[in-house]
């Protein structure tokens, strides 16, 4: 009985509570719909929580130099507190995208994948159970670490994810191994995630209230070169180093009751042949992030199988500006309702097609870039 208790009991007295004092407070919105990164540039490393809880400074960045301790968080952003480990992998053919979140009183993994040649697609979400979520140490982003708890695994009869730091035969590059085996949909993936160690991050420092109390911290990482192969079913996709990529973004949030957010991912080639990634704030070639000025997206919210126009409209950076359009392909629609609790999640599969320019004004073109496109509102 008593182990029962401490098993259930315990986090729904704890899941009730959380819902109650979330629902009375539930004033407390983020003006932030895009979460788009400050375009201060964070030059200093220091801690991410100050010693009154609130979040240290407001910006992008190019490495991690904010050093995130949950023990500098106050009782009730540890109560608050989101932390999620998301993955993709990118190629000609495939989108695979596959993540493990930790939201305090229960977990989840999740996987899913669209072939752009047959237009198929699968999915699989599973909450885990309180006493079962995984361990999401702060540092699994760095591809350096020799700490075992800086690894990523969870295991159960569905779900396998195990991902993990190896030697590398190059003294440049830095290597994730990287294993997920998805029993309900029959997919097994194994691949190596490859990071130059001249590769940039796009780091996020995002204030969400003005008290700085509410935040979102994020370390973001494209154009990672992969290798290996995933197995749909006996039908086998390889993975192809020279033509696809990958992707980790790494989040630790304390997320207002009402959330909302757009996200926007496009991976392939420029037309001149860099590596090129691009998101609703920056984009990459090969290992170096460049800065966007604030972005504006027009698309039509009742019906997403319409295109997206997608353009820069500030002028805070010198230069660095794009016009792209999106090309949707196919929309995955998932709402969740429980009146306390709400999420309304969709992800738009398509093409990503247009120009950017850095901040030397250089113009850099793409055309059919695959991409995907998430607009969430969650109540939480």
């Known amino acids: 009985m008593v182990k029962l208790f ?19 407070n539930s004033d407390i919105k983020s003006d932030s719909a895009e979460l788009q990164t400050p375009q201060t540039k964070i030059s200093t490393p220091g ?60 977990g989840e993994v999740r996987l899913n994948f669209f072939d752009y040649n047959t237009k198929e697609y699968k999915t699989f979400r599973k909450t ?40 590398s035969d190059d003294p440049e590059v830095e290597i994730k191994e990287v294993f997920v085996q998805c ?5 097994g993936l194994e691949f190596y995630m490859n990071k130059h160690k001249e590769q940039d991050i796009h780091g996020a420092v995002v204030p969400l209230t003005p008290d700085a109390k509410y935040f979102f911290y994020a370390l973001k990482m494209p154009n990672l070169p992969a290798e290996g192969a995933l197995d749909l ?8 180093p020279n033509t696809a990529s990958s992707f980790i973004d790494w989040g630790r949030a304390v997320f207002t009751y009402n959330t909302h957010w757009l996200f926007l991912r496009g991976q392939g080639f420029a037309e ?5 990634s691009v998101s609703l704030d920056s984009f990459f070639l090969n290992h170096t992030m460049h800065m966007l000025n604030t972005m504006e997206t027009k698309f039509d919210e009742n019906n997403l199988m319409n295109p997206f126009n997608i353009g820069t409209v500030g002028t805070a950076l010198k230069n660095s500006q794009c016009e792209m ?5 196919y929309v995955e629609k998932k709402i969740v309702n429980y009146v306390i609790v ?39």
């Open 233 to 240: 079913n006996g039908r086998v996709y390889p993975i192809n």
């Open 47 to 106: 801690q991410l929580i100050l010693a009154n809880h609130s979040v240290n400074g407001a910006g992008y960045m190019l490495s991690a130099l904010r050093e995130f301790n949950e023990q500098d968080l106050s009782a009730w952003q540890k109560f608050r507190l989101k932390k999620f480990d998301y993955y993709d992998v990118i190629t000609e053919d495939f989108i695979l995208t596959f993540a493990i979140a930790d939201v305090f009183i229960a």
């Open 325 to 329: 359009i999106f090309a949707p392909q």
């Open 6 to 24: 401490r098993t259930f009991g315990v986090p729904l007295i704890l899941g009730l509570s959380y819902f109650i004092y979330t629902y009375i």
């Open 183 to 187: 029993n309900p949909l029959n997919i």
């Open 342 to 380: 709400h999420s309304d999640m969709r992800v738009v599969y398509g093409k990503l097609s247009g120009w950017v320019t850095d901040e030397n004004n250089k113009k850099y073109t793409f055309e059919d870039v695959n991409a995907y496109f998430e607009v969430f509102k969650t109540k939480w």
């Open 128 to 167: 885990v159970l309180p006493n079962k979520v995984p361990k999401l140490s702060p540092n699994t982003h760095n591809f350096a670490s020799k700490k075992p708890e800086d690894n990523v695994s969870y295991k159960d009869e569905d779900f396998n994810i195990q991902i993990k730091n190896i030697k």
């Open 272 to 276: 001149d042949g860099h590596r090129f």
